[in-house]
């Protein structure tokens, strides 16, 4: 990795320069002494992280969450690859008893953020159902019979982060016009805007998916609503007219016409939502070798392009319409929620906390760890406010070793039910199994947060942990990769 004096690589104390835990609280409590951190790895059953819920008809017997890491390793058709087999295998062996969707599976063609995103369509259904099935299998030969892990599949449009064909170039479709992402995504007029039309056919898409995807055995489905892409653009439609935007009542319409339509089609399917909690203002590269900086406030403020954003103070995130929206979820009877933030197109430090900055990215404004703390409290302010919602937190790979005596604090303290793993299930996906047999983690697979698994799709590579895994490192796609680092951000 590059190392500049003057940047942000070590500008932060790196995490695994602490040889100790309490070097590591230390640190960690200089920016929040609140957060609970355990001296120990406890293996189970004296883990908090081993305590069993109930959750869409099953028992997940630990608090082990895998996100939804999406692979860019499909087939042109949207049916999975090899690569997405062995990712889902992997998922599978991690020891998590609740994998949060997999990855995100578009409900159409023209909805994929990439050409080999995932599309659940009557094609794909057959590679669909192997996926899961290569995952329960996996968890069956490593762990015995019974105590099947709970997993749904996420279904998302990815909006303005359309780019479905192979040319390269993006088919954007967006709630509404933004006078910073447009430009970035090549936007410059109103046909990109959905109509109300198209809005409300979107919807029939999202319904047909769920069906399908409950159909094919999933425990639940989770209705993409976050990190900039469609649906969670839809949240923060308040420049938008008509009956998708401006009240909290019209942005949210959308969710809850999808939510009917999957309990008309398919009533007795869980429904969950993974959804950015807080946002801000787009972030670009800092001058000079600097942290990124927030893009000015266009004229006319307050700000109001963002769903979560304080729109006074737009650097901020603002968690009272969050507050809103889990309260509709409770009325609409949606009792699995997933807390995520911002976006990885425009604020991926709030979104991935890392030192390393993916190459479109730029370097961190905030030591990560700052980063980190804002999702543990906004999940915790919510999970106080909200006890009845079974609650997977995000944005915990940055602590690194100390990821397990962080998570274990978490769960007894009641900040979260679930601790959700994202990068680090691509470097260590059974740390899960680690910790609770053992006690102990492989440190020589902990993600350091390079960001190359970001960095690889954003030039059209498969996605995967290419410094610490050699099923990617072996790739030749990996020489391409190094090449492209060399011209990364600062
Ligand atoms: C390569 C990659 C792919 C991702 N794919 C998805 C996805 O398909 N759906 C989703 O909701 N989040 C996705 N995320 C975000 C992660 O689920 C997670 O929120 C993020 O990495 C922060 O958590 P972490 O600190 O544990 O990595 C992805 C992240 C990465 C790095
Ligand atoms: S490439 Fe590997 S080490 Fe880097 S952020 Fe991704 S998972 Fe972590």
Known sequence: ??????????????????????????????????????????????????????????????????????????????????????????FGLSGAQLIWGGEAVAVEAEGRANPNQLVIAG???????ALRQALLDAHRERFGAGGEPVVGLQLTHSGRYARPSRDGGGRPRVAFRHPILDKRVGITGEEAVLSDGEVASLT???????????????????????????????????????????????????????????????????????????????????????????????????YRWGFGVDMANPTEGDLSEGKKLLGLLQELGIELVNLSAGSPYYNPHLQRPALYPPSDGYLPPEDPLESVIRHLQATHALKREFPGLVITGSALSYLQDYLPHVAQGLVREGWMDFVGIGRMALSYPDLPADTLERGVLARKRICRTFSDCTTAPRHGLPSGCYPLDDNYSSLPEAETLRELKKNGPE
């Open 204 to 302: 029939g898409s999202f319904v047909t998916a769920a069906c399908r995807a409950g159909e094919l055995g999933f425990d639940f489905v989770d209705i993409k609503h976050c990190h900039g892409y469609l649906l969670h653009e839809f949240l923060g439609a308040h420049t938008r007219p008509g009956p998708y935007g401006g009240s909290f009542e019209n942005r949210t319409r959308l969710l809850r016409d999808i939510v009917a339509g999957i309990r008309r089609d398919a009533p007795g399917l869980p429904i969950a939502i993974r959804v950015s909690i807080f946002d801000t203002i787009p972030f670009r590269p800092g001058p000079d070798g600097n942290g990124g900086v927030p893009e000015k406030v266009p004229e006319g403020a307050p």
């Open 1 to 90: 990795m590059p190392e500049n004096s003057t940047s942000g690589y070590s500008r932060y104390p790196r995490i695994g320069s602490h040889r100790e835990v309490a070097s590591f609280r230390e640190h960690l409590h200089s920016l929040c002494a609140d957060i609970p951190v355990d001296d120990a790895i406890l293996p189970a059953p004296e883990s908090p992280l081993a305590r069993d819920l109930r959750l869409c008809g099953k028992v997940a017997s630990n608090r082990w969450a895998i996100q939804p890491m999406e692979g860019w390793d499909g087939q042109e058709d949207g049916a999975p690859a090899e690569l997405t087999l062995q990712r889902w295998r992997r």
């Open 123 to 129: 094609n794909t259904l057959g590679g669909l159902g």
